[in-house]
């Protein structure tokens, strides 16, 4: 079983920046796809960024591409968000998620298929 936590949210100004982190306890982050999605008031639930096993592949929203990075620290069991230029429209409850994957190259890119999900951190960005 996985469990994972996220941390790191909080309010900015517009253009600052966070980094979120969301830590994966149970078992080891190396063969599982990962994500970050972010939910706002009043809307649907919407993929951020998401990468496969080694981050050697990445999708990015197009709305966060540039801004937001997705990466991991297998040693610490931790998958980070690191998100520059904040903008307004940026405001939402984020959430990580991983699945375990067979095969390194995998990325999902759909919610409905992972399995594992934190319990969101909020994040505000005031302008």
């Known amino acids: 079983q996985v469990q994972l936590v996220e941390s790191g949210g909080g309010q900015v100004q517009h253009g600052g920046s966070l980094r979120l982190s969301c830590a994966h306890s149970?078992?080891?982050?190396?063969?599982?796809?990962l994500a970050w999605f972010r939910q706002a008031p009043g809307k649907e639930r919407e993929l951020v960024a998401a990468?496969?096993?080694?981050?050697?592949?990445?999708h990015y929203a197009d709305s966060v591409q540039g801004r937001f990075t997705i990466f991991r620290h297998n040693a610490k069991n931790t998958t980070y968000l690191q998100m520059h230029s904040l903008k307004a429209e940026d405001t939402a409850v984020y959430y990580c998620?991983?699945?375990?994957?067979?095969?390194?190259?995998?990325?999902?890119?759909?919610?409905?298929?992972?399995?594992?999900w934190g319990q969101g951190t909020q994040v505000t960005v005031s302008s």
């Open positions: 998620a991983a699945r375990r994957t067979l095969t390194s190259s995998a990325i999902i890119l759909r919610g409905l298929d992972y399995d594992y």
């Open positions: 149970g078992r080891t982050l190396s063969s599982y796809a």
């Open positions: 990468a496969n096993w080694i981050d050697s592949i990445q």
